[in-house]
């Protein structure tokens, strides 16, 4: 079986801000990530 390329990555956490680290990692307040999840933005 063949994985497929991620197309992004978080790391969720109790800061404040969104972020973007150097290297592509999204950086999301727990809130904020439960918020996109529930309403669909973060998959498919």
Same mark, same amino acid.
């Given at each position: =079986? &063949? $994985? /497929? !390329? +991620? &197309? /992004? *990555?978080?790391?969720?956490?109790?800061?404040? $801000?969104? *972020?973007?680290?150097?290297?592509?990692?999204?950086?999301? !307040? #727990?809130? &904020? #990530?439960? $918020? +996109? +999840?529930?309403?669909? $933005?973060? =998959? !498919?």
């Amino acid at each position: =079986m &063949k $994985e /497929a !390329p +991620l &197309k /992004a *990555r978080y790391v969720v956490c109790l800061e404040t $801000e969104i *972020r973007k680290t150097d290297d592509g990692i999204i950086v999301l !307040p #727990f809130k &904020k #990530f439960i $918020e +996109l +999840l529930w309403n669909g $933005e973060l =998959m !498919p």
